[in-house]
T-cell receptor, first 116, second 113 residues
């Protein structure tokens, strides 16, 4: 079974540009999460999708960040326009339906975003 | 509020036991997790414990949970050089069919020969 995949693995952009990160969850996982780790700090929750619906987006830092999950499969996270403080590693994770008692959350390798 | 704390570094000799500690503040946490991150890799789920349990053992890994003190620990028996990595503890709260994780800063484990 393929794990969570993320693309690209590394992105370097200039301040003011736009970047789109992609996450493909494990097949059949309804829940998809985005997290990010800014250099030297904790991994912070950004948002949670259940299928195509945003369940919790309380961690999104501001309106420069837009996440979508059309069709309930893969998800994209767009940063527009990017700022220096957006640099960090963006992780995606997925899990099955927790109503079935399945709470394991599996992470992708992350996308390292560098804004110069 | 939600806050998870870990010490930043731990160094042990190969063959010894490693104990990585974590404290959390959210008493409503349902599950507590340990993740491992090796250099250049993503987060690997090592183990997790339900909040009504005191202990969970899985091969070389032992997780102890003191819910009263909100203290979680991960013991690695017979630590090997391949165990060198960053270890993150995380607490979770159920939210709308899923579980939102709050992570600590991570503990860098260095295993010396």
């Amino acid at each position: 079974e393929a794990g969570v995949t993320q693309f690209p693995s590394h992105s370097v952009i200039e301040k003011g540009q736009t970047v789109t990160l992609r996450c493909d969850p494990i097949s059949g996982h309804d829940n998809l999460y985005w997290y990010r780790r800014v250099m030297g700090k904790e991994i912070k929750f950004l948002l949670h999708f259940v299928k195509e619906s945003k369940q919790d987006e309380s961690g999104m830092p501001n309106n420069r960040f837009l996440a979508e999950r059309t069709g309930g499969t893969y998800s994209t996270l767009k940063v527009q326009p990017a700022e220096l403080e957006d640099s960090g590693v963006y992780f995606c994770a997925s899990s099955q339906d927790s109503a079935r008692g399945l709470y394991e959350q599996y992470f992708g390798p992350g996308t390292r975003l560098t804004v110069t | 509020g939600e806050d998870v704390e870990q010490s930043l570094f731990l160094s042990v000799r190969e063959g010894d036991s490693s104990v990585i500690n974590c404290t959390y503040t959210d008493s409503s946490s349902t599950y507590l997790y340990w993740y491992k991150q090796e250099p250049g890799a993503g987060l690997q789920l090592l183990t997790y414990i339900f909040s009504n349990m005191d202990m969970k053992q899985d091969q070389r890994l032992t997780v102890l949970l003191n819910k009263k003190d909100k203290h979680l620990s991960l013991r690695i028996a017979d630590t090997q050089t391949g165990d060198s990595a960053i270890y993150f503890c995380a607490e979770s709260r159920l939210t709308g069919g899923g579980n939102k994780l709050t992570f600590g800063t991570g503990t860098q484990l260095k295993v010396e020969l």
